[in-house]
């Protein structure tokens, strides 16, 4: 489901590409079972619901979607082994619920690669066939990527391999509509992107900004409102733990002084808080909330 609300003057929603089922080490990294499943219940196969959110912003440079989640690529064992049902378009009619439409986005800001995040950037041209050539989804839209994390999807490793898909990306270079950026980048009047390396070397945060109001999507620097509450908790996915763990202190403290709307991308549970002080230093409180096992 959308969510719309204005930061200052600038219009903002939040869409989503759906929901898919992760075994919940993955996001929890070396915290016990017994402490995350106070979290979040997992379900008999130890799998948790992970939502695939986009940020929307009605920037001063047009249209900006943060992300395009895992899109309809995938094969029939992909959506069996995510937990996925056969829906399609998903993030395309989320758009559509606010109001607009792929045709409409006029810049794609990928905070990295990973599939989850950038499957959705291109799609089969027919859906049906999947030797089909992958076009991209969002036909008037410059897709904005970090070099680094371009550099580092083009030549994975063992331990990357299994999430970087060269389809996602590929049709975007042929159609001319892939831009390699360097470093913290600012997209319009208010918006602007952090580089906070850990999940990925180059991986990116998103600032929007205005009139002493902020909000701060996090993407995978902190995927749910637990790895902002608890530094330590880090995902088996991050690529270097200690950096994402000091990133984490910076965004937090950041958040904190600015009392930014946290907008939690994975978390299937908590959408959107703010930080508070608590007992052990700064928690999220919670506002925009969802069922977790509707
Ligand atoms: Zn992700």
Redesign the pocket.
């Known amino acids: 489901m959308p969510y719309s609300f204005q930061i200052g003057s600038i219009p903002c929603h939040i869409v989503s590409d759906g929901r898919q089922l992760v075994d919940g080490g993955g996001f929890f990294g070396l915290v016990p079972r017994v402490l995350w499943e106070r979290v979040i219940r997992p379900d008999d196969k130890n799998r948790i619901p992970v939502q695939m959110r986009s940020l929307l912003v009605q920037s001063s440079a047009g249209l900006i979607l943060v992300d395009t989640g895992q899109g309809d690529k995938l094969t029939a064992r992909d959506r069996r082994n995510f937990g996925m049902d056969d829906s399609s378009r998903r993030l395309a009619a989320d758009l559509g619920r606010v109001g607009f439409s792929p045709e409409d986005v006029d810049i794609v800001l990928m905070t990295h690669l990973?599939g989850?995040?950038a499957g959705g950037c291109t799609h089969w041209s027919d859906p049906a066939d999947p030797d089909s050539e992958a076009v991209p989804s969002f036909p008037n839209a410059r897709y904005l990527v970090q070099r680094l994390e371009m550099a580092d999807a083009s030549f994975p490793n063992e331990r990357t391999r299994g999430t970087y898909f060269p389809q996602n990306w590929e049709p975007l270079r042929r159609s001319g509509q892939l831009e390699i950026v360097d470093g913290d980048q600012n997209l319009a009047a208010g918006v602007r992107t952090v580089t906070v390396p850990g999940h990925t070397d180059s991986i990116q945060a998103v600032w929007v900004e205005d009139g002493g109001h902020s909000l701060l999507f996090l993407g995978?620097t902190c995927?749910w409102a637990a790895h902002i509450d608890r530094l330590a908790w880090v995902p088996s996915f991050d690529l270097d733990p200690m950096r994402s763990i000091e990133g984490k202190r910076a965004l937090r403290q950041q958040a904190q002084e600015k009392n930014a709307l946290l907008v939690f991308?994975?978390d299937g549970q908590i959408v959107t808080g703010r930080l508070v002080s608590g007992s052990r230093g700064p928690v999220v409180d919670a506002e925009i909330t969802e069922d977790a096992w509707p």
Do not use: A, K, L
Request: aromatic residues 0%.
């Open positions: 990973h989850d995040h995978d995927s991308q994975h």
